[in-house]
């Protein structure tokens, strides 16, 4: 399967494809996300700002982050509730035109 052709949101066929990465779900049936998010293009992030990727990871909890709502993600990069969902819009916009591209 190449890489346009796997499903990028939980609304299309075959998302999480565990099949396609040999992926075992849990007893809950839950794909593990580190598994999948190392399936992602190693490349996605290269666009973004350290602030950005900062504010990206930590939102969504990637990269072994514990994920955190912008009412604690603006404290924890020193910035406002705006500034802090504006980086992460901004890295989302990003990462999504990159995959798209790819």
């Given at each position: ?65 514990r994920a ?35």
């Open positions: 399967m190449s890489r346009s052709t796997l499903p990028l949101f939980p609304s299309d066929d075959g998302w999480p494809y565990p099949d396609v990465l040999g992926v075992e779900l849990a007893a809950d049936d839950e794909p593990d996300l580190d598994v999948l998010e190392l399936r992602a293009d190693p490349h996605a992030y290269d666009a973004l700002t350290l602030r950005e990727r900062e504010a990206l990871f930590r939102h969504f909890g990637l990269r072994g982050q955190l709502s912008m009412k604690h993600l603006a404290p924890a990069l020193g910035c406002s509730r705006s500034e802090a969902r504006d980086l992460v819009t901004s890295a989302i916009d990003k990462v999504r035109t990159r995959l798209l591209i790819t």
